[in-house]
């Protein structure tokens, strides 16, 4: 039933500091965080003040342009602040939490006898709703639109990435009432891609109603967007959804007890985290449980994801919403001597002009350091041998440049997001801010076409 | 290290805004960030990068030229002991070319970075690193002969013309490099073609050309008589008269090793030029016995393979074809771009006695074609993306 769809081009980037396969004693959550930016597009309203009593499931913002779609809390207590940055845009919506959580109740249901209209308007009303990505634009999902297809990856293919059978651990149940919800929403099929190379546990493998597909070979493999690439590509028109299985099992808690549970497991991972374990924790818990104290005494840089597409936060900061890991890495501040010249062993590079060719399984430790500056483009043929898709992406990216919109829509833009583009990123010669661009070339043809 | 480091930061202020030579910022920076590669790090987005950038690039590149510029520089002074009849060292050949050689190098920097950074302090933009190979081809395309002076026009208008008024590296239509060489080769033909241009036969009190030597290349040859007085391993090895860098085929072929192995140059533009060439020149091969004259029949009876490691043949298909900037773009047309190179490097050079060396002109020629040929392979591309949604909706 299910084939095996091989990825060739791409590349693993190998680093140092993997999680160990084993659960840290669970920390109590004190505060968490709902940070409006990790919601590209949506205009936010707050329906709650500082000093407001919540609980797990209360909306703390809402979209202005679909108010159904709420924002919820993760954990009940207390509004503490609600952080603004420049022209008064909300950043964070901090709460206090209790220790003992309450839930608020949607009631539970069984959501084979839902319509359709009564899981969205369940899903909205709890919190769930922004689980659901759209493509085009990878934005929060539309609930008026019904998607072709629902897409989920079941691995992460990312460096330092957690293995997703440990961060799915017993929720067998959960997962499986999640995608009975799931395939009420869509007018296609609900597809689930797994590791061929790597079977994950049988968590997901046993799932039903799926429509399973297997892949093989380097990342990006695990990337949603390649996946939806190589089973049946968006045309122009078309709206695919995309989710996570993690974020499928919340899912399927809501509609087994009625309660918006957001509790999560993550991974700590990066060369410069000390203890490196999976935690079991809640979707915007602070990160300062997971990196205080747990972080070298180098100037680091914590991500809230993976060194791909992950957000740069502070000590004090919070996980982002849709993110499964931390990352700690040292930054590259250094100035390097002769650096453009010197055949160091350190650096990765997908080129021979360093010799980390000589050591195809070497970890390295990689900082943040760019190790040049931003160029014209002048090499070719760079961003296809890690780019997956039947898509010129140098193409696509000056077409992005150039504002010129027919081009990005003739080009493919309808089929992808930033995260595809991360590696393209990575290998650039001309140090390009691919995904950045990629971004504005979303964001512009949202504002003229959608 | 760290004294070099704090005298950069010392000095920075004065170069910053505000600062006496705030306008001389760019060769600041082009300076500080030859010596150190900065500590600037990843805004959001990827966090890490690939340890390539274009200096290291660009610096491969001229490490595949170093074996032909030894090789250029050795030839120069063995060639040059030939025509006088001498024999002397190897030491004393390679130092003779190494004084020809070296100036030209120094010339074609000096004047070609010059240009660039008084662009650079214009725009007030940083210096990019396009020129540092620009400026080593250069000199190893052009004959030994060739006055400095030339050589720096060539330059600057190559750098000007050719590359800043389009905007500067990776914004040009055509290959810097052979600007120069086509600057050069219809301002000062003289120079640049004919029998006496390719080998220095300046004589000292005492000595003298020797009665009846030649220094027409093999390309010379055969365009005027049919016939050439170079064997293939002459050839190959390339102790034969032409431009510095061009005549030997082993030292391109090291070149070639080196860009191909570091993915640095595209080896299916090698590859497909070479394929090219060897059609165009069987199709000679073919066609000789209908040659309208006796030099053109003997011309065109030349073997197939042998018309490939002739002249600059091997020399532009390694390192001038595969200019990223100005060739093709997409890995089809890389394909095409390739072929139609090597195909019309042999035919001008066969048809046309007046530009015996094709290749050069085959290259700008296949230049402004590469932006047609990568419409044409992205028009594909879309075309296909057009019909997939037309037979959903059928």
Redesign the interface.
């Known amino acids: 039933m299910s084939n095996v769809i091989k990825v060739k081009r791409g590349v693993d980037?190998k680093?140092v500091g993997e999680a160990d396969k084993d659960f840290a004693a669970e920390l109590p959550v004190e505060t968490i965080a709902i940070k409006p930016p990790d919601f590209h597009g949506v205009r936010f309203k707050l329906s709650v003040k500082e000093g407001d009593e919540v609980k797990a499931g209360s909306p703390l913002l809402f979209n202005k342009d679909s108010e159904q779609v709420k924002f919820c809390s993760t954990v009940s207590g207390e509004v503490a602040q609600i952080v603004r940055g420049a022209k008064r845009r909300i950043l964070e919506v901090r709460v206090l939490a209790d220790k003992e959580i309450k839930y608020e109740d949607f009631g539970a249901a069984d959501p084979t006898s839902l319509e359709r209209e009564a899981i969205i308007e369940k899903l909205a009303l709890s919190g769930c709703w922004p689980f659901f990505k759209q493509r085009p634009y990878n934005v929060v999902a539309n609930p008026d639109i019904v998607p072709r297809d629902i897409f989920i990856s079941g691995f992460d293919s990312a460096?330092l990435a957690p293995d997703l059978g440990l961060l799915l651990e017993g929720e067998e149940k959960e997962l499986q009432t999640g995608i009975n919800a799931l395939a009420k929403l869509t007018s296609g099929q609900v597809h689930l891609g797994i590791n061929a190379d790597k079977p994950a546990g049988s968590a997901l493998s046993s799932l039903k109603g799926v429509k399973i597909t297997k892949y093989s070979g380097p990342h990006p493999a695990g990337v949603v967007g390649v996946q939806i690439h190589s089973v049946s590509?968006i045309?122009?028109?078309e709206t695919v959804w995309t989710i996570t299985p993690e974020h499928v099992v919340i899912i399927g808690r809501l509609f087994e007890t009625g309660k918006f549970d957001a509790r999560i497991n993550i991974a700590i991972t990066g060369a410069e985290a000390k203890e490196r374990k999976y935690h079991k924790t809640i979707i915007g818990a602070a990160a300062k449980h997971y990196v205080l104290d747990n972080v070298s005494d180098k100037e680091n840089?914590i991500?809230s994801g993976n060194?791909?597409?992950?957000?740069?936060i502070e000590t004090d900061g919070y996980l982002s919403f849709y993110e499964r890991q931390i990352?700690v890495?040292p930054?590259?501040?250094?100035?390097?001597?002769?650096?453009?010249?010197i055949p160091?062993t350190d650096?990765?590079?997908?080129?021979?002009?360093?010799p980390?060719w000589l050591m195809p399984n070497k970890k390295y430790e990689?900082?943040?350091?760019?190790?040049?500056?931003k160029?014209?483009?002048?090499?070719?043929?760079e961003y296809?041998k890690v780019f997956p898709f039947?898509?010129?992406p140098?193409?696509l990216i000056k077409a992005i440049i150039t504002n010129d919109i027919e081009a990005m829509e003739?080009?493919?833009l309808y089929e992808v997001v930033?995260e595809d583009f991360?590696?393209c990123?990575?290998?650039?010669?001309?140090?390009s801010?691919?995904?950045?661009i990629v971004r504005q070339g979303l964001d512009l043809m949202k504002q003229e076409l959608g | 290290?760290k004294a070099?480091?704090n005298l950069l930061e010392k000095i920075k202020p004065n170069f910053e805004e505000g600062g006496k030579l705030e306008k001389l910022y760019p060769v600041y920076d082009g300076f500080s960030?030859f010596?150190?590669?900065?500590?600037?790090?990843?805004?959001?987005?990827?966090?890490?990068?690939?340890?390539?950038?274009?200096?290291?690039?660009m610096?491969?590149v001229i490490m595949a030229l170093i074996p032909t510029l030894l090789f250029g520089m050795w030839n120069v002074g063995y060639l040059h002991f030939l025509a006088i009849g001498e024999e002397v060292t190897f030491l004393d050949q390679f130092l003779f070319g190494a004084i020809k050689v070296l100036p030209m190098v120094v010339v074609s920097y000096g004047v070609g970075l010059g240009v660039e950074f008084i662009f650079c302090i214009i725009h007030r933009s940083?210096i990019?690193?396009?020129y540092l190979v620009s400026g080593m081809l250069i000199p190893l395309i052009m004959p030994v002969d060739l006055p400095l002076w030339m050589l720096a026009l060539s330059v600057i208008f190559a750098v000007v013309i050719g590359k800043e008024v389009f905007?500067?590296?990776?914004?040009n239509i055509f290959n810097p490099a052979l600007i120069a060489r086509a600057f050069a080769f219809f301002a000062y033909p003289s120079f640049m073609s004919g029998d006496s241009a390719w080998i220095n036969t300046s004589v000292k009190e005492g000595q003298a050309v020797v009665d009846g030597f030649s220094g027409a290349t093999v390309l010379g040859d055969l365009a005027v008589s049919g016939t050439t007085q170079y064997s293939t391993l002459e050839m190959m090895i390339g102790t034969i008269p032409g431009s510095i860098g061009e005549t030997s085929v082993i030292a391109i072929l090291l070149g070639a090793g080196l860009l191909i192995?570091?993915?640095?140059a595209?080896w299916k533009i090698m590859l497909s030029a070479l394929a090219g060439g060897a059609v165009m020149g069987m199709i000679f091969n073919a066609v000789a016995p209908y040659a309208l004259s006796p030099e053109q029949q003997a011309f065109m009876a030349v073997p197939y393979w042998q018309q490939l490691i002739m002249g600059g043949f091997a020399f532009g298909i390694v390192y001038m074809a595969t200019d990223?900037?100005t060739?093709s773009?997409?890995?089809h047309g890389?394909w095409i771009y390739g072929f139609f190179i090597g195909f019309l490097a042999i035919m001008i050079r066969v048809f046309n006695p007046a530009y015996p060396e094709g290749v050069m002109l085959a290259i700008l020629f296949m230049n402004t074609m590469a932006p047609l040929i990568?419409h044409y392979v992205?028009q594909a591309?879309?075309k296909?993306?057009?019909n997939?949604?037309a037979l959903?909706k059928a």
């Open positions: 980037v680093l460096p590509p045309n122009k028109g840089r991500i060194v791909l597409t992950g957000t740069k990352t890495i930054e590259g501040i250094d100035p390097e001597l002769f650096g453009w010249l160091k650096k990765f590079s997908i080129s021979r002009t360093l980390s990689l900082n943040t350091n760019l190790h040049g500056e160029r014209s483009y002048v090499v070719s043929g296809e039947d898509i010129y140098v193409q003739n080009l493919g930033e991360a590696l990123e990575v290998v650039c010669t001309s140090k801010p691919v995904q950045q | 290290m070099l480091q960030t010596l150190f590669v900065p500590g600037h790090t990843t805004p959001n987005g990827s966090h890490i990068r690939d340890g390539v950038d274009l200096k290291r690039t610096n491969t940083q990019e690193e396009g905007g500067g590296t990776g914004m192995f570091t993915g640095v595209s990223p900037v060739g773009q997409t890995e890389k990568d992205v591309n879309i296909k993306r057009k997939r949604l959903k």
